[in-house]
């Protein structure tokens, strides 16, 4: 196959700091990785370079770094319930989140506690080949948890922005003559900050698609439009993916409240496309609190 180039593969460059090879699918001739267990990459330089990327039946690989690059000669799935995971993690009755994701808000006073969900990741897959079954590769924002305990005084607390990272000129940048603020909309809530939910009501986190839900919403906000480029720029600036949700607790313990972490977004670029793997980046469900903004996904067929 001729050396070829992606579609604003240069970005990809800029953010590995040039390492990541020069001939597609730019995985420099590294060893075959067979994943038979759980399975965490957390890499700080942002990727992996793998030949044969085999995730056997039912297995999971969880990526817990955002943004994260794979580069592959070819993945293999072992069945549909063999996973990618770019998930955030959800909120839970007791625990702190690890920072390489844009974290949810955690809201606690006296019994009483609150945790938004987590942004899913900004994944990116470059691979020559897909083949075995039809397995799954998402980034999902995480789930908003809350109890019902009364707090000795009311809280809340903001979820962490996808950018929060760095980006110059911050929400007014562009990325290809688009503003950032059209491609991380706002988090749910009346005053909510860009690529995350508010400390008010358990808003919900913004997704890379669309905008989270308000306290109490079922759903998220509007979608907007990303083009692969715009999204490979993004993880030049150290987009986290989706934002983290915020969470409150209340002198009434019913009114405690935690929105879903924002979707994070999966694009996949490959040649010999033998299977369709399931790509997700749904916005998490809130607890008592809005729902994670929509996130989002596209394989990009390119031609031998």
Not at 208 to 228: D, E, H, L, R
Request: hydrophobic fraction near 40%; proline fraction near 3%; charged fraction near 10%.
């Amino acid at each position: 196959m001729p050396t070829r180039m992606l579609p604003g593969y240069e970005l990809a460059a800029m953010t590995l700091g040039g390492g990541a090879g020069s001939r597609f699918p730019f995985a420099e001739g590294a060893a075959a990785i067979t994943i038979g267990g759980a399975t965490n990459w957390n890499d700080a330089a942002g990727y992996k370079r793998v030949g044969k990327l085999t995730i056997e039946s039912g297995v999971t690989l969880t990526i817990a770094r955002s943004p994260f690059f794979i580069f592959a000669e070819e993945i293999s799935f072992g069945s549909v319930s063999s996973t990618i995971d770019g998930s955030g993690p959800s909120g839970a009755a007791s625990g702190t989140f690890d920072t390489a994701y844009a974290i949810g808000g955690t809201a606690t006073s006296g019994a009483a506690r609150a945790q938004g969900g987590c942004g899913g990741i900004l994944l990116i897959v470059i691979t020559r080949r897909l083949t075995g079954a039809a397995g799954v590769i998402r980034a999902n924002g995480g789930d908003g948890y809350r109890n019902t305990s009364n707090a000795s005084s009311a809280t809340a607390v903001g979820g962490r922005g996808a950018l929060s990272t760095a980006l110059s000129g911050g929400a007014a940048a562009e990325v290809f003559g688009c503003p950032v603020s059209r491609l991380l909309a706002d988090g749910g809530g009346t005053s909510s900050g860009r690529g995350g939910g508010t400390g008010a009501n358990g808003s919900g986190g913004s997704g890379m698609g669309g905008g989270g839900g308000a306290s109490g919403s079922p759903s998220a906000g509007a979608a907007v439009a990303v083009s692969p480029q715009q999204l490979l720029h993004l993880a030049t600036v150290g987009c986290l993916g989706g934002g983290g949700a915020s969470a409150s607790v209340a002198l009434t313990g019913t009114n405690n409240g935690a929105g879903g972490g924002g979707g994070g977004a999966v694009l996949v670029y490959v040649v010999d496309q033998q299977v369709t793997p399931t790509v997700q980046a749904n916005g998490g469900a809130g607890a008592n609190g809005g729902a994670g903004g929509a996130g989002w996904t596209q394989i990009v067929k390119l031609a031998r």
